[in-house]
């Protein structure tokens, strides 16, 4: 959910800008020459995203991928989505210049989150508890970035419950459809090249 | 070796998403929402949609004047239109809002407010041609043939107006950004060269 220009006041622009600072500056600290190249390809794939579009009742809502991008970087996610979300910006005029900082916090910060929680049971030998860890990474993800968009778009006058209702009903086939796609990613992943999901360089 | 692999079918996947995203022309729009504004006479026509087609529809519009005063306010139809009568002849700003993030703005210049109703204005400032001419034929004809031509050009710039609008509204969706195979292919690129080049800072630090 790209926040567009001329919607948010100020101070919120300038709040989400420095907390977004804060995470890229830790992020890209933390890439090395092993990790830069998936970056690359996350980064790539939440660019590709918001062309995917599901059309739900009259409008629509597009693909985010920040879960898979949380799981796989961690930290690295908010340099990838800010990259990302920068080309969109210039590139499709998608989203806005201004509100880069906010709306990589809304989309990074829940990657980040969901990392923190699901990166341990994910690599589980369950199937069973490796699965809904990995769909409810994708899940959880958009419906934290759906709530961290409400949150930012209540300096406009509308009230928290009314705007969160709002994104959340209209972005549930994007959870379930991202839960779904995390899932088969990290299975796939985890046959090809398990290493990858044990979290990056004793990040958390 | 293992690494390749794992970079090369993460690579796969990205492709697979590039091209579903391609191939389903349907799906592929990124989501703004745009609002259209034409002028006819008083009213002042909009129509919005999301990228090519879809309407915006139930959505809030707000017209607001050059220092920002909100002079009216409106809810989109089911086909994404909504009309007003110009309340100032001055720079009308107006703003749609389909739900929460999703904003566009379009701005009605005072000159086409005026262009619009210019000729009603003109019209009426006409002096009305009743003044007898007491003179020969020639005067009245010559009176005669010149509100032919005044009520003409009116028919011709209505007919105009009318033959003009789809076309203005082609170019305004021409002008729309879908993003194209050329912009993506494009944005991917520069992630790779950005990340090239911290790659490259990264090893010369650590050299």
Redesign the interface.
């Known amino acids: 959910?790209?926040?567009?220009?001329?919607?948010l006041s100020a101070p919120v622009l300038a709040a989400g800008a420095g907390a977004a600072v804060i995470g890229i500056a830790v992020g890209?600290r933390k890439?090395?020459?092993?990790t830069?190249?998936?970056?690359?390809?996350?980064?790539?794939?939440f660019?590709?995203?918001?062309?995917?579009?599901?059309?739900i009742g009259?409008?629509?809502?597009?693909l985010i991928l920040n879960g898979i991008n949380g799981l796989l970087l961690g930290w690295l996610s908010f340099p990838s989505i800010f990259?990302?979300l920068t080309?969109?910006a210039i590139?499709?005029?998608?989203g806005g210049i201004t509100t880069l900082g906010i709306n990589t916090l809304n989309m990074a910060l829940p990657a980040l989150i969901c990392y923190a929680i699901f990166h341990r049971p994910v690599l589980s030998d369950n199937a069973l508890l490796s699965s809904c860890a990995s769909f409810l990474c994708g899940f959880l993800a958009v419906f934290l970035s759906c709530l961290l968009?409400?949150l930012s778009?209540v300096s406009t006058n509308?009230s928290f419950m009314a705007?969160a209702k709002?994104?959340v009903v209209?972005h549930i086939p994007v959870m379930v459809i991202e839960g779904f796609i995390t899932l088969f990613?990290v299975a796939?992943?985890k046959r090809?090249?398990p290493e990858?999901l044990g979290g990056l360089h004793a990040t958390k | 070796m293992?690494?390749n692999?794992?970079?090369v079918?993460?690579?796969l996947?990205?492709a697979v998403?590039?091209c579903?995203?391609?191939l389903v022309p349907a799906?592929?729009?990124?989501?703004?929402v745009t609002v259209f504004a034409w002028v006819e006479g008083t009213t002042v026509f909009t129509e919005s949609s999301?990228s090519k087609g879809?309407p915006?529809?139930?959505a809030r519009i707000v017209v607001s004047d050059k220092a920002g005063t909100v002079l009216l306010e409106g809810t989109t139809d089911r086909d994404g239109a909504f009309a007003f009568t110009a309340p100032k002849l001055e720079d009308l700003t107006i703003v749609i809002d389909?739900?929460?993030?999703?904003?566009g703005?379009w701005v009605v210049r005072e000159s086409e407010l005026r262009e619009a109703q210019g000729l009603a204005t003109e019209e009426a400032n006409r002096p009305s041609p009743a003044p007898a001419p007491v003179s020969p034929e020639g005067t009245v004809s010559a009176v005669t043939s010149a509100i032919d031509r005044d009520e003409l050009r009116a028919m011709i710039d209505d007919a105009l107006d009318k033959k003009l609008k789809p076309l203005t509204k082609m170019l305004v969706e021409a002008q729309s950004?879908e993003?194209s195979l050329t912009?993506?292919i494009?944005?991917?690129g520069?992630?790779?060269g950005?990340?090239g080049i911290?790659?490259y800072f990264?090893?010369r630090r650590?050299r």
């Open positions: 959910m790209h926040i567009s220009e001329g919607i890209v890439m090395d020459q092993e830069i190249p998936r970056v690359a390809v996350l980064s790539s794939a660019f590709v995203s918001s062309l995917i579009h599901i059309p009259p409008s629509s809502a597009h990259i990302a080309l969109q590139l499709f005029h998608f968009a409400a778009l509308e705007l709002l994104l209209a990613c796939f992943i090809v090249k990858m | 293992q690494r692999n794992s970079l079918s993460a690579i996947c990205c998403l590039v579903a995203a391609l799906l592929s729009h990124a989501h703004r999301f879809n915006a529809v139930n389909a739900g929460p993030g999703h904003r703005e950004d993003p912009e993506v494009g944005g991917i520069y992630i790779f950005i990340m911290i790659l990264k090893s650590d």
